[in-house]
């Protein structure tokens, strides 16, 4: 399988209506009244990036029992991508009553996003989208499907990136370090 790095922060993102189904009602959702922050005024954000392999159930953010806004997230199909297939990002939450992404006590789809080679899709969420169990005891974890058009037996690896903030708990396992959970008379974390 052929492998290659993407800087995302280096794109020129762009989202378009025609990607796949959008995030309905992500503007309105928030962690709690008053815990609303846009992503470069959020005193506790993190990020991450990855690289996918084609497969369903892949865990991108989790599992986590901890209340998290996710504030943005991009879907990259690689320019030179196998046959000029397009890569396709089924993005869905599952709750757990275990610490695992494997337990079924829920299921939330959030969207399905299609990159033709060279796409990429950055959706910024405004108010962000609260990732936290359904109820006390679960955990939850953001899952990711991806398919490349045609089942091709070699491809390049699309990557997937997001960036969040931490409302209350730990930082999710696949997180950047230095995160703390936003508490009142919290100090801002120095690194990231």
Known sequence: MK???????ACA??????????????????????????PA???????NAM??????FQSLIGPSSSTIVLTT?????????????TATLTLFIIYSDTQSCGGLAGFAPIGRFGAKPSQTFQ??????????PQAPGQYWCLMGSISIQGNPSSYLQPMFGYT???????????????VQAIVPNAARPVAH
């Open 13 to 38: 993102y762009a989202i378009s209506a025609m990607s796949g189904f959008g995030l309905s009602g992500a503007a309105a959702q928030t962690a709690g009244p008053g815990l609303v922050y846009p």
């Open 123 to 132: 959706s910024a969420i405004p108010g962000g989208f609260t990732l936290k």
């Open 41 to 47: 005024a959020a005193p506790n954000s993190f990020s």
């Open 164 to 178: 969040a903030n931490l409302i209350s708990g730990t930082a999710p396992n696949t997180a950047s370090a230095g």
């Open 73 to 85: 997230f991009s879907w990259q199909n690689p320019s030179d991508q196998t046959n000029g297939a």
């Open 51 to 56: 690289d996918l392999a084609a497969g369903n």
């Open 3 to 9: 492998h290659r790095r993407v800087c995302l922060l």
